[in-house]
């Protein structure tokens, strides 16, 4: 099994920044790719962006492209989600998740494991 723990959300104002981190623990080892989801009120779970684990290949969803940056750290077992101008749109509760199949998609079905979630909300 792999554990994953959010931080970093908050409230902000719109166009401010905030940094997400997602530690994980556990079998780390079998892991494939990490990325992050979110879901506002009244609408479907997500797809932000993925990151694979070994080459740091990543993916994101058009709506943060210029915006989010996913980046890792190997060492500390991290995954980072660095959200900058930041829109009353993007409030929405944030999931890490992690999978072991060898794809890089944005279909939820295909992560294994997540994270409780960690609350983003952005005022206009």
């Known amino acids: 099994q792999v554990q994953l723990k959010e931080s970093g959300g908050g409230l902000v104002q719109a166009g401010g920044s905030l940094r997400l981190s997602c530690a994980a623990s556990?079998?780390?080892?079998?892991?494939?790719?990490r990325g992050w989801f979110r879901q506002a009120p009244g609408r479907e779970r997500e797809f932000v962006a993925a990151i694979t684990w070994s080459g740091g290949r990543a993916t994101a969803a058009d709506f943060v492209t210029g915006r989010f940056t996913i980046s890792r750290d190997n060492a500390k077992n991290t995954v980072y989600l660095q959200m900058n101008s930041l829109k009353p749109e993007d409030t929405a509760v944030y999931y890490c998740t992690a999978t072991r199949t060898t794809l890089l998609g944005a279909d939820s079905n295909g992560y294994d494991y997540w994270g409780q979630g960690t609350q983003v909300t952005v005022s206009s």
């Open positions: 556990g079998r780390t080892f079998s892991i494939y790719a």
